[in-house]
C-alpha cells in the first residue's frame, strides 16, 4: 500500500514473511543475506516467540531517522525519516489473524499522525483486500476484517500498488 509516490521512484521494497522460525525444520529452511548492506534496523520484536516486525534500510539509501514507533504487541513498526529530502513514512505490519476491528483503527490513527507526504505500508495484513483476485475459494464473501481494512485504506488514500500494477492478474 502506498500513497504519495511518483512514478519515477527507484526504491526497492521487500516484505518476507518467515512465520514458524520457532520450529527447527521451518528454521533451516531460511536462507540468510549477507547483511552488511544494512545501514539501519527498526523492529517491533518483544522478546517473544511470536509476531514481531522488522525494517532493514540498506547503507545504499540515504536515509535520516525523524521518528520511530512501535506497538507493545510487536504488530508493527513505523518509522519516518527523510531519504534524499524526502520525508517518508514506512510502516511494517503483522496485523493479529482474528478479527480486529480496534487494531487497524488504532494502526490507521497512528499512521495519519506520524504520516506526511509519502507513506509505504507492507507486511502481512492478515486479511484478503480483493476476494475474486486475491483468493482461489469459491467463497466471494468478504469478512468484516477485509470490509474494514478496505474502508480505512480509501480514507487514507491509498492502494494496492501490485494491484494497481497488475489489474487482471490473479496472484497472491
Known amino acids: 500500500l502506498h500513497r504519495g509516490m511518483s ?9 518476507i514473511n518467515v512465520n514458524g522460525l520457532g ?9 540468510f543475506k549477507k ?10 520484536y518483544k522478546n517473544s516467540r511470536r509476531r514481531g516486525v522488522i525494517t532493514l534500510i540498506s ?15 510487536g504488530r508493527y513498526v513505523i518509522v519516518k525519516g527523510r531519504i534524499d529530502n524526502t520525508v517518508v513514512t514506512l ?10 476491528k480496534t487494531f487497524f483503527n488504532l494502526l490507521f490513527d ?8 509519502i507513506l509505504i505500508c507492507g507486511g502481512d495484513w492478515n486479511t484478503i483486500l ?7 475459494s469459491t467463497k466471494r ?4 476484517k477485509s470490509k474494514n481494512l478496505n474502508i480505512l485504506i480509501k480514507d487514507a488514500g491509498l492502494c494496492d500498488v501490485w494491484r494497481v500494477l497488475h489489474p487482471l492478474e490473479r496472484d497472491y
Open 59 to 73: 547503507n545504499t539509501v540515504n536515509f535520516e531517522l525523524i521518528e520511530e514507533c512501535s506497538d507493545k504487541y
Open 35 to 44: 547483511l552488511g548492506y544494512i545501514n539501519s534496523f527498526y523492529s517491533s
Open 23 to 31: 520450529n527447527p525444520i521451518k528454521r533451516s529452511r531460511v536462507i
Open 141 to 144: 464473501y468478504k469478512n468484516i
Open 130 to 136: 480483493n476476494y475474486t483476485k486475491d483468493t482461489t
Open 7 to 15: 512514478g519515477s521512484c527507484k526504491l526497492k521494497i521487500e516484505t
Open 110 to 117: 497512528k499512521i495519519a499522525i506520524m504520516s506526511e507526504r
Open 91 to 100: 510502516v511494517n505490519v503483522y496485523a493479529p489473524p482474528e478479527e480486529d
